[in-house]
């Protein structure tokens, strides 16, 4: 079955600097790629996510980036902000199954 | 517009009781996803179900653990005495079309602690 993996599982950045999490596939029928987003004790939100026939897509200070070849997809924030502070999950979906299979997270804590 | 429902938010139980989940999904929504989330670990699939179907239920373990989405009302979890290790967040997300629209939305959780 599906295995994302997920790096870093912990990132700590300065106010309005850059975040970038990596995430990698091993199935490659997977075609969809959803970020979420998760404040403690709340539920996953979906933030941003590509289908597999698209390479790049941005949505105000987030842009998600998908190399289909090497099997990885990134999140990239730019000009963090405090309350982008939370644990953040990628995901794959598609290929042999009907489901989500999630990376492990990374805690992003912005520092004001 | 209601997003996806779950109930109760927090359940407690002793070991050896059941505990019994609810989900309804968004107005629109067929397809139901069942994810467990254990202390700061991601999410793990359990089953998938349409309305009165099962689709997939291959993360859900074999023993003690059952879902169902019948015709008319919410998705049930339901899990046949509750041990510790069943601890644990359970999130339940709904999609419009399944494996043809794949964006999920989820509920706020149930809180399910074995004392």
């Known amino acids: 079955g599906e295995n994302v993996e997920q790096h870093p599982s912990t990132l700590s950045v300065q106010e309005g600097d850059s975040a970038v999490i990596k995430c990698t596939y091993s199935d490659s029928a997977s075609n969809y790629f959803p970020w979420y987003k998760q404040e403690l004790g709340k539920r996953p939100q979906l933030i941003i996510d590509?289908?597999?026939?698209?390479g790049e897509k941005k949505d105000q200070r987030i842009a998600v980036t998908l190399n289909k070849t090497a099997k990885h997809f990134s999140l990239h924030i730019t000009e963090t902000q405090p309350e982008d502070s939370a644990v953040y999950f990628c995901?794959?979906?598609?290929?042999?199954?009907?489901?989500?299979?999630f990376g492990k997270g990374t805690l992003l804590t912005v520092n004001p | 517009n209601a997003g996806v429902m779950q109930n109760p938010r927090h359940l407690v139980r002793r070991r050896g009781q059941e505990a019994r989940l609810r989900c309804s999904p968004m107005k629109g929504h067929s397809h139901v996803y069942w994810y467990r989330q254990l202390p700061e670990e991601g999410l793990k699939f359990m089953v998938y179900?349409?309305?009165?179907?099962?689709?997939?239920e291959s993360g859900m373990p074999k023993e003690r653990f059952s879902a169902e989405f019948p015709k008319e009302g919410p998705s049930i979890l339901r899990i046949q005495q509750v041990v510790r290790g069943d601890s644990a967040a359970y999130f339940c997300?709904?999609?419009?079309?399944?494996?043809?629209?794949?964006?999920?939305?989820f509920g706020p959780g149930t809180r399910l602690t074995v004392t």
């Open positions: 590509i289908r597999s026939n698209v």
């Open positions: 179900l349409q309305k009165e179907n099962i689709i997939d």
């Open positions: 997300a709904s999609s419009q079309q399944g494996a043809l629209d794949y964006e999920q939305y």
């Open positions: 995901a794959a979906y598609g290929g042999s199954n009907y489901k989500l299979t």
